[in-house]
């Protein structure tokens, strides 16, 4: 064989290899990040929780969902291009709080491997966290995901592998941070690949949380969802530095007292469209109506 023609032949397998890379791992992989606070780190007791939804550009819509023989709840929607709705974040009317994350850190091929639907099989079946944590079956089922959920008394953050190994943590006074890798010393070895904006947004998220020592109330956290430190694909509000890449499309919040009505905070950001903000008290009037009587708030992004 020539040079030349070893050259194009090596050429072509680096070609090759560099494909299969990009598959198992795509530019632009979904993500998200989350964070929440229970008991003395919640401003008033209760709990916070937050989820910025991040990916590539689609619309997002808020929804009140009334499953039959189920319980009713509020949920941001995400509807990609062809695709299936789902709901990604969600507070139904016992106070149950659920969020998830996409587990980028395991290979494309096997992102998909096992039931779906969590979100809502959890926002309709369940009133509390311990009630839906004691469903180990419907946990373990699930394609690999992370999910932070949230009542009035506890906080909770799971972590879905391949194969169906899960790994919980709970507290009822403390805080939680999650982006899109394994964090349990038990299940690291999913990690095939740890991103770098994973990586960089844990840790400011953790800064942003550890160096806030009083209480959290809704305003602290909707100041660390619209941080911006790291760039547009590094940061915990994500712009993208090009119109196809992954960016923030909403945030979520809801704090749940220990006694009395939750209260929700949404900014969508959906591609095109004017950002619209929402902060609402989930009392009766919600469960019995629809979002398009919500206000959005006057003059705030």
């Known amino acids: ?9 090596r050429t072509s397998w680096g070609i090759l290899i560099l494909l299969l890379l990009l598959e198992a791992f795509p530019v632009g992989a979904s993500a998200c990040t989350c964070w929440s606070a229970a008991g003395e780190r919640a401003l008033g007791g209760g709990t916070i929780l937050a989820k910025n939804r991040d990916w590539e550009p689609q619309r997002d819509e808020l929804k009140v969902v009334a499953p039959p023989g189920g319980l009713r709840y509020v949920a941001l929607v995400a509807i990609p291009d062809g695709g299936k709705r789902r709901v990604v974040a969600g507070v139904n009317e016992k106070g149950l709080a659920v969020v998830s994350l996409s587990a980028s850190s395991v290979p494309k091929k096997d992102r998909t491997i096992g039931a779906g639907g969590l979100n809502e099989k959890l926002l309709a079946g369940f009133d509390s966290v311990d009630a839906a944590l004691g ?36 507290t009822d006074n403390g ?8 964090l ?8 095939s690949k740890i991103g770098k904006s ?17 209480p959290f109330g809704m305003e602290d956290f909707i100041a660390f969802s619209d941080d911006r430190h790291d760039g ?29 009505v ?10 095109g469209e004017k950002e619209r903000t929402y902060k609402v008290k989930l009392d009766q009037t919600v469960w019995s109506g629809s979002v398009d009587a919500w206000a959005p708030v006057p003059g705030r992004p």
């Open 135 to 170: 469903r180990k079956e419907l946990l373990s089922a699930h394609r690999p995901a992370f999910l932070m959920l949230a009542d009035g008394k506890r906080i909770a953050e799971v972590e879905i592998a391949p194969r169906g190994d899960v790994a919980v943590r709970v």
């Open 184 to 191: 349990d010393p038990k299940l690291v070895w999913a990690n």
């Open 198 to 214: 994973s990586a960089r947004r844990l840790d400011r998220i953790r800064e942003l949380v550890g160096g806030h020592p009083s």
């Open 1 to 9: 064989m020539t040079k030349t023609g070893v050259f194009i032949a």
């Open 262 to 271: 939750p209260s929700l905070y949404v900014k969508l950001a959906n591609p």
């Open 232 to 260: 547009p694909d590094e940061s915990i509000w994500r712009t993208g530095s090009t119109p196809e890449k992954t960016r923030t499309l909403a945030g979520w919040i809801v704090a749940v007292p220990r006694n009395g």
């Open 175 to 182: 805080t939680l941070c999650h982006t899109n890798h394994y």
